[in-house]
C-alpha cells in the first residue's frame, strides 16, 4: 500500500505539473506573439513613413540604409509594384516554423509596401529563463508528493496492522482482541466481523463446556442411581439365574457409563482453533520471556520452568490470555508494594492425563468463586470465565502464594 501510495501522489504531481508547464507556455507564447506582432505593426507604419520622407527627398531608400535601421532580429523588405526593391536582415534572424515561426506585419500606401518581420528566435531563452527555479520546484512537489503520500500510506496502514495483529490473535485462541477505532469505513467493517467472530467463539465455548456438564449430569445420575439398585439386588438372596442377570446389567451399565464419559470428553478434546496448535516446549520459551522482559525494572525476581509432556500440543490463545491476566496483576502488585512484593515463578506443566498445569507463585491469588458479586469486566474474572468455559479451573494455590490454573489442553 505504502509503495502505491507513494508512486500514485508522485504521478498525481507530475500530471498537474505537466499540465500547469503546457498551459504556462502556451499563454507565454501568445503573449509574446501579441507583443512582437504589436512591435512589427509599430516597426511597418514607422519605417514605411521613412521610405516617404525619403523618396519625397529624392533619395529613395536602398538595402545599406535598411541595414543601419534594422534590429538584430529582424527583417525589413521595401517593395514597389510588388518587386523587392531593398531588403536587409538582422544577424540573429532566423526563419523558424510552427510555434516558432516569425512574426510579420506590412504597412502599404500605393504601390509602396513595407514589410517587417520578426524573429521567433529569443522566444526559446524566455521560455528557458526559468528552467532552474522551476526544476527545482518541481523536485520539491515531487518530495513533497512522496512524503505526503508516505504519511498516507502510514495513516491508512495503521488501522488494517492493528486488523491482522488481531486477527492474528483471533487465530491463536485470543479473543480479547484490539481493535482499533477507525473512520475508514472498511477498516470498522473488519473489525465488527472480527469482534462478532470471537463473541461467536466464545459463546460456542461456553455452549459446549453447559453441554458437557448437563449431558455429565442427566445421564451419569440415572446410570449411578441403576448401578447402586442393581448392586443392592446383587447382595440379596436372589436365585443363581437373577444373580447372573443382575451381574450382566452391572457390566452393561460400566460400559454405557464409559460411553458416556468418552461422549462428554469429546467435547473436551479437540483443538480450539485448528492449526494454531504449539508444542508445549515453545510456548513456555514465549511465555518465559515475556514474563522476564514485563517484570524488568520493577524489583521482582523472576523464574520459569516447563515440566511434564514437554510436546504436549495445545492451543496458545487462552493459555497466553489467563498469564497476560496474571502478568498485570504481578505488575500492578510490584508498583503498589516496591521491591517487598517478592520474586515470581512460572511454571507449565503439561500432565501425562492430557492436562496442562500453569503454576504462578509470588501473586495474590483470586478470591474463591461465589465470594460475592463478582464484576464481569474484571480481568481476572474474564480469565476465569475463560477457563471456566474450557472445562478448567483458576484457584489459590495451597498455602495462599500465588494461582494455580489447570485446563485440558485444546
Do not use: K
Not at 508547464?21 to 502556451?26: A, E, K
Not at 516617404?52 to 535601421?69: E, K, R
Not at 468418552?262 to 520459551?285: I, N
Not at 489467563?322 to 504481578?330: I, S
Amino acid at each position: 500500500m505504502t509503495r502505491r501510495l507513494v508512486l500514485g501522489f508522485v504521478a498525481l504531481v507530475l500530471l498537474l505539473v505537466a499540465v500547469l508547464g503546457f498551459v504556462r507556455n502556451v499563454n507565454l507564447l501568445a503573449n509574446l506573439r501579441a507583443h512582437d506582432a504589436g512591435h512589427a505593426t509599430s516597426q511597418a507604419r514607422l519605417l514605411l513613413g521613412l521610405v516617404q520622407s525619403a523618396d519625397a527627398a529624392g533619395s529613395p531608400i536602398d538595402s545599406a540604409a535598411l541595414a543601419d535601421a534594422v534590429d538584430d532580429s529582424e527583417r525589413f523588405e521595401v517593395r514597389r509594384g510588388g518587386v523587392l526593391d531593398a531588403v536587409a536582415t538582422g544577424p540573429e534572424f532566423e526563419g523558424g516554423e510552427g510555434r516558432y515561426r516569425p512574426v510579420v506585419a506590412s504597412a502599404s500606401s500605393g504601390d509602396l509596401t513595407v514589410r517587417v518581420v520578426e524573429s521567433a528566435a529569443g522566444w526559446r531563452a524566455v521560455l528557458a529563463v526559468d528552467s532552474a527555479p522551476l526544476t527545482a520546484t518541481l523536485l520539491l512537489a515531487v518530495l513533497g508528493a512522496a512524503a505526503a503520500g508516505w504519511l498516507m500510506a502510514r495513516w491508512f496502514a495503521r488501522p488494517f496492522t492493528r486488523l491482522a495483529a488481531a486477527a492474528a490473535m483471533l487465530g491463536r485462541g485470543r479473543f480479547d482482541l484490539d481493535l482499533p477505532r477507525s473512520r475508514v469505513p472498511e477498516a470498522r467493517a473488519v473489525a465488527a466481523a472480527l469482534e462478532a467472530s470471537a463473541a461467536a467463539l466464545r459463546d460456542r465455548m461456553g455452549r459446549e463446556q453447559q453441554f458437557s456438564v448437563h449431558a455429565s449430569h442427566v445421564l451419569r445420575t440415572p446410570l449411578t442411581s441403576l448401578r447402586l439398585s442393581l448392586d443392592e439386588l446383587a447382595h440379596s438372596r436372589l436365585d443363581a439365574d437373577a444373580t447372573d442377570a443382575t451381574r450382566r446389567c452391572q457390566a452393561s451399565v460400566d460400559e454405557l457409563d464409559t460411553v458416556v464419559a468418552d461422549l462428554v470428553g469429546m467435547t473436551r478434546r479437540g483443538a480450539l482453533m485448528s492449526g494454531a496448535e504449539v508444542p508445549l516446549r515453545e510456548l513456555a520459551a514465549s511465555l518465559a520471556q515475556q514474563w522476564a522482559d514485563g517484570l524488568l525494572g520493577l524489583g521482582r525476581g523472576f523464574s520459569a520452568a516447563v515440566e511434564g509432556d514437554l510436546d504436549l500440543t495445545l492451543t496458545p490463545g487462552p493459555v497466553e490470555f489467563v498469564l497476560d491476566v496474571l502478568l498485570e496483576q504481578a505488575r500492578d502488585e510490584a508498583r503498589a508494594d516496591g521491591a517487598g512484593a517478592g520474586a515470581v515463578r512460572l511454571v507449565l506443566v503439561g500432565a501425562a492425563s492430557s492436562v496442562v498445569r500453569l503454576e504462578v507463585s509470588g501473586v495474590r491469588p483470586p478470591p474463591p468463586e461465589g465470594a460475592g458479586p463478582q464484576d464481569p469486566t474484571d480481568r481476572l474474572e474474564q480469565a476465569r470465565s475463560l477457563v471456566r468455559s474450557l472445562g478448567g479451573r483458576m484457584e489459590g494455590r495451597p498455602g495462599g502464594d500465588g494461582v494455580s490454573v489447570l485446563l485440558p489442553p485444546r
